[in-house]
Structure formats: structure tokens, C-alpha cells
């Protein structure tokens, strides 16, 4: 069982940025491919940043050079660092963990960015 926090979130005006963190507990986080999601009102949730254990990360082409995607087994974080963010980076992000061997996959609760001026 994982149980996953999401923080960092906020109103951050365009251009800025901010940094996303996600917490797990519960499970050995090594066994799993982490990632962040996120949903704007009125839209379906998308997959924005990936990271597997050892793999290569991936991005949606929407946030490809402004968001960047890390981990720390160790610590158990996941971190996702929004730089030049834009209007419509607007939405809920939500943290997932997810491991195809155990055929388990997690979700947090999710964290609002709100990007206006």
C-alpha cells in the first residue's frame, strides 16, 4: 500500500514557477514508476511528466523544457520543478505512483496551480 502527498502548490503569475513535491509512504517507492498528472476544470486528466525507476523520463510535448521531473528513493519524494509557466498550466496536479509487476497503480490528492496575473 502507498499513500501519496502532494504540496507545493499555489498562484504564481505567468513566467514564474514553482516546485511541486509529492511524499510516499507506506511501500518501497523503488518498485514503482512515478508521475504527475494533471486536470483543468472542464478537461480530462493528462499525463504531464513520467519517471521510472532507472528509465527514461517523459514529458507531455506541451511542457517539454519548462518541467522537469525528479526522484529520491531514499527520501521517498518526488519533485516536479515548473519553470516558465503559463496560463494554461492552470489545473489540479496530482501525484501517482504506479507498478505494472504488482498491477497497482496510486493517486494522491492533488494540489492546485493557478497561474494569473
Known amino acids: 500500500q502507498v499513500q501519496l502527498v502532494e504540496s507545493g502548490g499555489g498562484l504564481v503569475q505567468p513566467g514564474g514557477s514553482l516546485r511541486l513535491s509529492c511524499a510516499a509512504s507506506?511501500?518501497?517507492?523503488?518498485?514503482?514508476?512515478m508521475g504527475w498528472h494533471r486536470q483543468a476544470p472542464g478537461k480530462q486528466r493528462e499525463l504531464v511528466a513520467q519517471?521510472?525507476?532507472?528509465?527514461?523520463?517523459n514529458y507531455a510535448d506541451s511542457v517539454k523544457g519548462r518541467l522537469t521531473i525528479s526522484r529520491d528513493n531514499v527520501k521517498n519524494t518526488v519533485d516536479l520543478q515548473m519553470n516558465s509557466l503559463k496560463p494554461e498550466d492552470t489545473a489540479i496536479y496530482y501525484c501517482?505512483?504506479?507498478?505494472?509487476?504488482?498491477?497497482?497503480?496510486?493517486w494522491g490528492q492533488g494540489t492546485q496551480v493557478t497561474v494569473s496575473s
Open positions: 501517482n505512483a504506479e507498478s505494472h509487476w504488482l498491477n497497482k497503480h496510486y
Open positions: 507506506g511501500s518501497t517507492l523503488s518498485l514503482y514508476i
Open positions: 519517471i521510472p525507476g532507472g528509465g527514461t523520463t
